[in-house]
């Protein structure tokens, strides 16, 4: 059966920094285009960053451009997102997403994982 399973989710300050990793089994990572997609509260989801099956070509949203780096390992099946600098504007919920074609709009996803929860406050 096919799973994504997010974990590093939490509570941070402002500037501070969390890792997003996400891993998947039943699938073949190495077939997909591998991203992040986040969801504030009221809000639509919006894509944060994707990387291509071989990890040769990344993009990212405006709002975290130099901030976040979106990595994989095919090996382990793992998506990872590192975010740096956090601003409270980045609370939201995070979705793993695995697509047939990179993009950075949600429409297009084939498969999700379930979320994790990252809150920026002091």
């Known amino acids: 059966q096919e799973q994504l399973v997010e974990s590093g989710g939490g509570l941070v300050q402002p500037g501070g920094s969390l890792r997003l990793s996400c891993t998947v089994s039943?699938?073949?990572?190495?077939?997909?285009?591998g991203a992040w997609f986040r969801q504030a509260l009221g809000k639509e989801r919006e894509g944060v960053a994707f990387?291509?099956?071989?990890?040769?070509?990344?993009m990212y949203a405006d709002p975290v451009k130099g901030r976040f780096t979106i990595s994989r390992d095919n090996a382990k099946n793992t998506v990872t997102l590192q975010m740096n600098s956090l601003k409270p504007e980045d609370t939201a919920a995070y979705y793993c997403?695995?697509?047939?074609?990179?993009?950075?709009?949600?429409?297009?996803?084939?498969?999700w994982g379930r979320g994790t929860q990252v809150t920026v406050s002091s």
């Open positions: 990387i291509s099956s071989s990890g040769s070509r990344t």
């Open positions: 039943g699938l073949r990572l190495d077939h997909y285009c």
């Open positions: 997403a695995l697509q047939t074609s990179c993009t950075l709009n949600h429409y297009f996803a084939d498969y």
